[in-house]
Each structure stands twice: as C-alpha cells, then as structure tokens.
C-alpha cells in the first residue's frame, strides 16, 4: 500500500521512512516506531493496518545513523544477532530527535490533517514513551517497551495522553522493572498502563513465536481508543452497521452490502461454523447462503446498542418464519413454515470508515425447538420463551431448574 519517502534529520543528514495513506486520502497521523529489526514487512504491515484505519503512518528508518535500510527477520537466527547488536549501539536520545523530525515531515504532507500521535514496539515502545516525555504529541502508544523504566526521572514532562501494553513474562521488562514503572505512572491522569497475564515479550507481532491473538486483538483495541479519543478520525459507527444490515435485510445488495466492508473481511457465525474469510469467500457465502435466502418476513429488532472506539456490540431480536431452508442458520433442514424468534448478539469490528468482521452468536437449542425438530423435555433448553423474556423481564425465571421451587421452600423456613 505505501511508498519510501525522504525525511531530513535535524543535524542536517537524510533518512528514509514508509508512508501508508489511508483510503480516504487524508487523516490524523501516527509515526511508527519500529522493533529492533528494521523497517521490515512486519512494521510496514503494521502502517497499512493503522492506514486502514484511517491514519496518515510514517515509519522512519530509526537506524540510519548505524546502518541504513535495516530490514531483519526476526525467525532468522543471524539477523536476530545483528539485531541485538544493531539495539547495543542505539542512541535513544537521536532516535527521538528522529522521530520529532519525522512529526514535523508527517505534518507538512498534503495528506495530514488534524493532529499526531506515536506508537511503538519494543525498542519503539521506549520510544513512543520518550517521544510523549519530550515532543509534541498528542497521543503516544507503546508495546512493551525494552529500558523505559530507566527513564521515569522524565515522566512529569508527559504532556498528551499515554498508553502502555506490557506482557507479564516478558524478560526485557522483569516484574522489578514493570512495578517500578507502574508506581511511577500509574496514577496519573493521562496514562493508562495495561498487563496482559501469561504472555511474553511481542505478544503482538503476528507470526512471531510469541503472538497471542487474545491479547493482541484487545491491546489494539485499546489503542485504537486511545488514538480516537484524542486524534480521531471519528466515524458514525451506528450508522455505517444500519447500512450493511439495510442491504443484507431490505434491498438484499449483496455488491451493496459487500461495498461497506474492507478489501478482506470475515463473517463468522459461531453456531453453525457458516460465513466466510476473504472477499471472494465471503461474497460467494453471502449470494448463495446469505442475502437471497432469508425468508420474506424476516425483521430484526433492536433492543441495544454498544458503541466503542471501533466496534459496536448489537443485541437484537431476530425474527422470521421457516418458509424456506436458511443456509447459514438451518443449514440441510426443510422449511417447516414454523414462526421463530431468538435473542441474537452482532459483535461488529471496523476497520476505519468499513466493516472488518461480525461475530454473530445465537441459542441454536432455541431455534431448534422453535421448528420442532428439538424435542426440549428433559433438556435445560426453550423455545420462544428467550426471546419473550429478554423483552419482558417480569416472565418466569428458574422454570428450566426442576429443584427451583423445593429449594425455595427450604430457604424458607
């Protein structure tokens, strides 16, 4: 997605650094700082996810002043060595005069707009922190960065607001280490300081032999949260999900539908394993299992909406009459012409302005049970009772717990 750009130092010399735009051609920017391996394809896949999520990125190539246009593989075990060396012979207090250079290039480009932020990765998490102490930034992000806590003498000098991610087995960052840094930063108002248990240093490099998707996946989302609330960009969330549900459900687009969603998205079902990973999958799933083959008097009620920083939690009612069979709900099942209607929950991520993924979960006993192929006696399952609970808190709870009413009559006496 990006391009090789030129910045000029502050001493005077030149270096290069990756730039990734966002689609919308504009928006906030973040400078990128690397791990101790280079510009390579993980920083600068990196930059093109924070470009899809609506940033203008640069990733400056922070070791130029030793050797320029490092790019390492972190697997590879003599790039690995040439990387700690390359990390020996670092000058922290130039690569944040490197980085301030490259805020000041990231603010002249045409494509920026608004306000700046930093976000770092290791050696670049030190520095994203170094950066909030000694530049204006508005916002600085770090991943378990390596030596901050020799660097807490500067923590009253943090202007903008501060994330930091570390990883409870990282050996870069020992507990004595992280317990100094957390009593020195954790009760001030502009930082917030998170601990992701069991996992070790670069827990968010993917592919690496230490990424945890769990933790990843959360540590990004709470960064987004801290990029948004203080940059931006800002989108109507609410809006964009009513639009895609409006061409899955109403018009039944599916070019429509798939035109609200990034380049490569995912629908995941989780009952049923149905959806699709990709563009092409899933526009092949949503054609042929999904759009054209809901019933005609399918509705979808709302009941609430939680919006975040860049995902939005729906909780509806889903209703319909089996008049035909439903792929991805009822897959091989013939219409039974029965009436359903079950509580379901959207878990929808954004990746910027488009769609990135659904997590659609649903009671699949109660639709079964509904369309009487699901014979509940005995089970700890219902039917239509689910869903009229969840719209009339006051119906019967406990009826499922056959010991409910002589249990209640023991408490008392």
């Not at 010399?13 to 394809?41: C, D, H, M, R």
Request: one cysteine or more; hydrophobic letters at 40%.
């Amino acid at each position: 997605m990006g391009k090789m750009i030129q910045i000029t130092a502050k001493d005077g010399g030149t270096f290069q650094a990756y730039q990734a735009v966002p689609a919308s051609g504009s928006g906030p920017g973040i400078v990128l700082a690397q791990e101790i391996f280079g510009i390579n394809k993980t920083m600068t896949d990196m930059a093109d996810y924070y470009a899809e999520e609506g940033y203008v990125v640069l990733v400056p190539d922070l070791f130029w002043r030793q050797e320029p246009r490092v790019n390492l593989n972190d697997s590879n075990e003599s790039d690995m060595g040439k990387a700690l060396q390359l990390y020996q012979g670092f000058n922290h207090d130039s690569g944040v005069e490197d980085i301030d250079a490259t805020l000041t290039a990231l603010r002249a480009l045409p494509e920026f707009t608004g306000k700046t932020g930093v976000l770092g990765f290791c050696l670049g998490g030190a520095l994203a922190y170094l950066t909030a102490c000694r530049c204006r930034v508005d916002v600085a992000v770090g991943y378990y960065g390596v030596g901050l806590d020799g660097y807490l003498g500067e923590a009253n000098k943090i202007q903008g607001s501060l994330t930091l991610h570390f990883a409870e087995l990282d050996q870069y960052c020992p507990p004595e280490a992280r317990a100094a840094i957390f009593a020195a930063l954790e009760n001030k108002e502009n930082v917030s300081l998170y601990l992701y248990p069991g996992v070790d240093h670069a827990f968010a490099r993917k592919g690496g032999s230490h990424f945890h998707k769990p933790s990843a996946l959360i540590a990004h989302e709470r960064s987004i949260a801290a990029f948004r609330k203080e940059i931006g960009p800002h989108y109507d969330l609410s809006y964009l999900w009513d639009k895609h549900c409006e061409y899955e459900f109403a018009s039944r687009d599916v070019d429509k539908t798939m035109a609200t969603m990034v380049a490569e998205p995912y629908v995941n079902h989780i009952p049923t394993l149905t959806g699709g990973v990709g563009y092409k999958h899933l526009h092949r799933f949503y054609k042929n299992h999904f759009v054209d083959s809901n019933p005609a008097d399918t509705k979808l009620i709302s009941i609430s909406r939680t919006i975040g920083a860049s995902q939005i939690v729906d909780e509806l009612l889903f209703c319909f009459t089996h008049t035909c069979e439903i792929d991805w709900m009822l897959p091989g099942i013939q219409a039974t012409g029965k009436y359903v209607e079950i509580p379901l929950v959207a878990i929808v991520k954004f990746r910027g302005d488009k769609l990135y993924h659904e997590h659609i979960y649903w009671d699949q006993a109660s639709v079964l049970v509904q369309i009487g192929v699901l014979n509940p006696g005995g089970l700890p399952v219902a039917g239509i009772e689910t869903a009229k609970k969840l719209l009339d808190e006051t119906l019967p709870s406990n009826e499922l717990m056959s010991n409910w009413v002589e249990k209640s009559a023991m408490s008392s006496r």
